[in-house]
């Protein structure tokens, strides 16, 4: 051991006597660790960034849509509510377009039919800001309420505190009024907030479906429905939960094996989303890595020129009894430590330009991506530059260990 430490030393007093040179010899590998610390930061944060960002909105939300001749009757949703009490949404989501006015000018509407379990559709846990949601009376007896959200009630009343309100509403040239019992909380998604932005003049409700029905004097939907929305207030039991929805609704239609109920999860959109986004990062995170190869072309090349440089010292060395496998551990002990200096430099610029790139990537898309370098990237990296030191320094050390010593000292 004391040995190898002596080599370490030499190697060491070697690599100093040269900066200039060792610096250049690193440059490769620096540029090759950062490179890849770099992509794996950004790829990481953009990852979490969407994943929070989309996941405060829809996580654990599904869809069963019908896909062939059979629908869905409000029936089934009173019964999927009963038997499955850990839905804590299940209600259907149709939307109805139409006009709001105002002082404040006309607004494009969107007006969101639901039930009353639509209220836990506020997945970041802000709840409401001013008044409550609808009842379940109130969604039987299709009482004209609504719930808008706090940028709505901001862009159309030019307030929030507006519960007890009134706007008229005008859905498909049918007028209606409609009064305003609860505002719910802004969103903390930037993905949101851009939405918003872009639709200045436009303003979404929620409404009871009746409600939609009392305002054209009929069932406007006819008492059924091609999609339903669903989601387990347990996130482990959700899979379970909808697996059960399915089985119900395709005994109650005698469709049993027939496909004719459809998931469509935001989960599973999620999961290939995060897929291409990793794959994207680790193709990329493999080109830079071509530089790591060029950075060890880069370290043999000079520890060769370093060996024609020390022939004498070599050749001494060897005269006085040093056997060959210790001249080959000293250049092999050189060659890993430029790299493994060149590896942890990599890491320190890598995770700085991860940090940098990562500013801008939230100033240009709005949303808050912070950095997310796995550990374990980070030790590998580091390896594998030692590897590659090791890997391209062997031709060199055997050449060195190789040299005769009469040979060697002849040189001048």
């Known amino acids: 051991?004391?040995?190898?430490?002596?080599?370490?030393?030499?190697?060491?007093?070697?690599?100093?006597?040269?900066?200039?040179?060792?610096?250049l010899t690193m440059l490769g590998i620096i540029i090759g660790i950062s490179a890849v610390i770099m992509i794996s930061g950004l790829g990481s944060g953009v990852k979490n960034a969407v994943n929070g960002e989309m996941g405060s909105m829809f996580a654990g939300q599904t869809y069963i849509y019908c896909s062939g001749d059979e629908y869905i009757t409000l029936d089934d949703i009173e019964y999927l509510r009963e038997k499955i009490p850990g839905f804590d949404i299940c209600t259907m989501e149709e939307s109805v377009n139409g006009e709001a006015y105002s002082i404040k000018g006309d607004f494009r509407l969107t007006a969101t039919s639901v039930n009353e379990t639509y209220?836990?559709?506020?997945?970041?846990g802000k709840g409401m800001l001013h008044g409550?949601?609808?009842?379940?009376?109130?969604?039987?007896?299709?009482?004209?309420?609504?719930?808008?959200?706090?940028?709505d009630a901001q862009k159309f009343f030019g307030s929030t505190d507006v519960?007890?309100?009134?706007?008229?509403?005008?859905?498909?040239?049918?007028?209606?009024?409609?009064?305003?019992?609860?505002?719910?909380?802004?969103?903390?998604?930037?993905?949101?907030?851009?939405?918003?932005?872009?639709?200045k003049d436009s303003i979404k409700i929620e409404?009871?479906?009746?409600?939609?029905?009392?305002?054209?004097?009929?069932?406007?939907?006819?008492?059924?429905?091609?999609?339903?929305?669903?989601?387990s207030d347990n996130a482990a039991d959700s899979k379970d939960d909808i697996q059960k929805a399915i089985n119900i609704l395709e005994a109650r239609h005698d469709v049993r094996g027939k496909d004719e109920f459809v998931i469509d999860s935001f989960?599973?959109?999620?999961?290939?989303?995060?897929?291409?986004?990793?794959?994207?990062?680790?193709?990329?995170?493999?080109?830079?890595?071509?530089?790591?190869?060029?950075?060890?072309i880069g370290v043999m090349n000079i520890m060769l020129v370093s060996v024609t440089e020390r022939?004498?010292?070599?050749?001494?060395?060897?005269?006085?009894?040093?056997?060959?496998?210790?001249?080959m551990v000293q250049f092999l002990a050189e060659a890993a430590m430029i790299t493994f200096v060149g590896g942890l430099l990599g890491v320190l610029i890598g995770y700085g330009g991860a940090e940098v790139l990562c500013l801008i990537v939230s100033a240009i898309a709005k949303i808050s991506v912070n950095i997310s370098i796995n550990p374990v990237i980070v030790l590998v990296a580091t390896l594998f530059s030692v590897a590659i030191g090791i890997g391209f320094g062997i031709i060199p050390a055997r050449k060195a260990a190789k040299l005769s010593p009469i040979e060697a000292l002849r040189q001048e």
């Open 163 to 199: 519960v007890g309100q009134e706007m008229m509403v005008s859905i498909y040239d049918e007028e209606a009024t409609v009064r305003i019992i609860g505002v719910r909380n802004a969103t903390s998604s930037a993905l949101m907030g851009m939405m918003n932005g872009v639709n």
């Open 132 to 151: 409550r949601y609808f009842t379940e009376d109130e969604v039987k007896n299709g009482s004209l309420v609504c719930v808008i959200g706090e940028a």
């Open 267 to 296: 989960d599973t959109y999620m999961e290939t989303i995060n897929k291409v986004i990793g794959y994207i990062t680790a193709f990329i995170a493999f080109v830079s890595m071509i530089s790591l190869l060029v950075g060890g």
């Open 119 to 124: 209220e836990n559709y506020d997945t970041n």
């Open 1 to 23: 051991m004391g040995q190898l430490f002596e080599y370490i030393k030499i190697a060491f007093k070697s690599i100093i006597s040269n900066k200039g040179r060792t610096f």
């Open 311 to 327: 022939t004498q010292e070599i050749g001494i060395r060897k005269a006085l009894g040093a056997r060959t496998g210790s001249i």
């Open 207 to 231: 409404i009871p479906y009746s409600a939609v029905n009392r305002i054209f004097g009929f069932d406007y939907f006819g008492d059924y429905f091609w999609d339903i929305l669903i989601r």
